[in-house]
C-alpha cells in the first residue's frame, strides 16, 4: 500500500488504547518488508523497529497510535465505524479524532525514504510507535517495558502532532511547549432521600453544581493573567430518577498547567474549593479525591530545538515553521524522552485545509474550526502527510551522520 492507502485504512480501522492489535500488526509488516528489526508487544501493544546503517549517531523518532471513543461525523468516504469496548467495560464509537492514523502514516513514510536513501546518511534510527497516548500511559509501559535497555538508545527524540494549522506548516517551540494535565475524580458524600423533602437530605447535587461554579474563579482569581492554565470540569455524574436525591455526586476535572509550581497552587486551589463547599453544605464526610492521570509539562530541549528548526526551515522554506508558542494540549511523550535519558523536539504539524484556515482567520472565527478530538476533525491528506514525511526526515538527518 502507499502512503494514502495506509492512511485511509487506518483511519477507517481505529483502536482504543491498549488495543491496537490491528494497528501495530499494519506497521510491523510495513517495516519488516523494509528489512528493518522489529519487536512487537513493547509495553502492550507498542511496536519499535531499528534501523541500522553503520556506525554513527543514534536517532529516536516516535508516533503515537491509539484512537479516542468518539463516534466520527466528517462524512469521508473512509469514516470510521468502529466501535470498541472502554476501560469501563462500555461499547463505544471509535475514531482517530486526534490524528495519530496521520502520525504513523508519516513516520512510515520517513522511515521509508530514510531507508531508500541509506546511502546519504549514517547511524541508526529507532522508531518508537507507541500505545495508548490518550490514557497518558502508553509512554511510561515502553519505558517500564525496557526500551532504554532493549535497544540502541538515542541521543535525541524527535516527533509531530497535528494540529489545525494550516497544512503544508509546522510549529517549533524551544521550552515548555505542552501544558501539564491532571485528572482528577472527585466524589461529595451527600445523605440521599425523597426529592420531596430536600430538608432530610444533603443534596450532592447542589454541592457539585456550587463546586463547578468556584472553579471557574481559580484562573480568574487565583492565576496571574500572563499565565496559561484551564480548569475544566468535563462531567458531573450524580442520581437516576426525577425524584430521588442521590447519596453522591461525581465530577471528572480537568487541569493544564505549564509550570510545576503553578500546578501545584491550581491543585491546591481546587481542592480548597471542594472542601470549603462540601463543608458548607453540611456534610459529614470528607470529599474522595483521586488523581487517575497526571501528565508533565513536555519541555523542548532548547538547544536541540534550535538545531531542528534550522534544519525544518532548510527543507520546508522559512515561511512554512514558526513558533506558534506553547499550547494548552498534553502528550506523554516526554516520558520515552526522560526514560532515555535524551533531550526531546516535538513540533505541530499543520493538518487543516490552508484557505479554509487563512479565510477563519480573516473572519476572527477560527475557534469554529474542527480540531483534535472533534467528532469533525479531518486533517486534509495532502499537504499534511508530504510535509509530516518531510519534517521526519529532514529533522532525522539533522542528527545522523553524514
Same mark, same amino acid.
Given at each position: ?52 546503517? =553503520?556506525? =554513527? ?8 497510535? /491509539? ?21 469501563? =467495560?462500555? @461499547? ?27 546511502? $546519504? ?23 517500564? /517495558? ?6 540502541? #538508545?538515542p541521543s535525541i ?10 497544512? =503544508?506548516?509546522?510549529?517549533?517551540? $524551544? ?10 475524580? &472527585? ?26 461554579? *468556584? ?13 496559561? &492554565?484551564?480548569?475544566? +470540569? ?5 442520581g437516576n430518577k ?31 474549593? !471542594? ?14 479525591? /483521586? ?9 523542548? /530541549? ?11 526551515? #532548510? ?7 514558526? @513558533?506558534?508558542?506553547? +499550547?494548552?494540549?498534553?502528550?506523554? &511523550?516526554? *516520558? ?29 472565527? !477560527? ?19 508530504g510535509t509530516g ?14
Amino acid at each position: 500500500m502507499n502512503l494514502t492507502e495506509i492512511y485511509q485504512d487506518l483511519h477507517a480501522h481505529p483502536e482504543l488504547s491498549f488495543a491496537e492489535h490491528r494497528t501495530a500488526a499494519i506497521i510491523a509488516e510495513h517495516m519488516r518488508a523494509l528489512g528493518m528489526e522489529v519487536t512487537e508487544g513493547v509495553g502492550g501493544t507498542g511496536v519499535v523497529g531499528v534501523l541500522a546503517n =553503520g556506525s =554513527g549517531p543514534i536517532v529516536g523518532l516516535r508516533a503515537d497510535i /491509539d484512537a479516542l471513543p468518539v463516534e466520527e461525523q466528517t462524512g469521508l468516504a473512509y469514516a470510521s465505524t468502529a466501535r470498541g469496548t472502554d476501560p469501563d =467495560g462500555f @461499547d463505544v464509537p471509535v475514531m482517530h479524532a486526534c490524528g495519530h492514523d496521520i502520525h504513523i502514516t508519516c513516520l512510515l513514510g520517513a522511515l521509508e525514504q530514510l531507508v531508500n536513501d541509506r546511502e $546519504a546518511w549514517t547511524g541508526t534510527v529507532v522508531a518508537y510507535f507507541q500505545p495508548a497516548e490518550e490514557l497518558g500511559a502508553g509512554a511510561q509501559a515502553m519505558v517500564d /517495558d525496557g526500551i532504554a535497555e532493549r535497544f540502541p #538508545k538515542p541521543s535525541i527524540v524527535l516527533g509531530q502532532h497535528v494540529s489545525p494549522l494550516p497544512a =503544508g506548516w509546522v510549529s517549533v517551540h $524551544a521550552g515548555p511547549a505542552m501544558a501539564g494535565a491532571d485528572s482528577m475524580t &472527585v466524589t461529595v458524600h451527600g445523605r440521599g432521600g425523597h426529592g420531596s423533602r430536600p430538608e432530610a437530605t444533603i443534596d450532592p447535587v447542589v454541592t457539585a453544581a456550587a463546586i463547578t461554579m *468556584r472553579l471557574q474563579t481559580v484562573v480568574s482569581r487565583e492565576v496571574a493573567a500572563a499565565q496559561s &492554565v484551564v480548569v475544566t +470540569v468535563g462531567a458531573i455524574q450524580a442520581g437516576n430518577k426525577h425524584n430521588i436525591i442521590p447519596d453522591t455526586a461525581t465530577l471528572m476535572i480537568s487541569v493544564r498547567s505549564s509550570e510545576p509550581q503553578q500546578r501545584e497552587r491550581v491543585l491546591a486551589a481546587i481542592e480548597r474549593i !471542594i472542601r470549603a463547599e462540601a463543608q458548607a453544605s453540611g456534610m459529614t464526610q470528607e470529599p474522595t479525591i /483521586d488523581y487517575p492521570q497526571s501528565l508533565p509539562v513536555l519541555v523542548n /530541549d532548547p538547544e536541540a530545538t534550535e538545531r531542528t528548526r534550522a534544519a525544518l526551515s #532548510k527543507a520546508l522554506g522559512n515561511d512554512a515553521v514558526i @513558533d506558534f508558542g506553547a +499550547v494548552t494540549g498534553s502528550e506523554d &511523550v516526554g *516520558r520515552i524522552a526522560d526514560g532515555l535519558g535524551a533531550p526531546i523536539c516535538y513540533w505541530l504539524l499543520g493538518g487543516g485545509d490552508p484557505e479554509t484556515v487563512f479565510a477563519a482567520l480573516a473572519s476572527g472565527d !477560527i475557534d469554529a474550526l474542527p480540531s483534535n478530538h472533534s467528532s469533525l476533525f479531518a486533517p486534509v491528506m495532502e499537504p499534511t502527510i508530504g510535509t509530516g514525511v518531510a519534517a521526519l526526515v529532514s529533522a532525522a538527518r539533522e542528527w545522523l551522520g553524514p
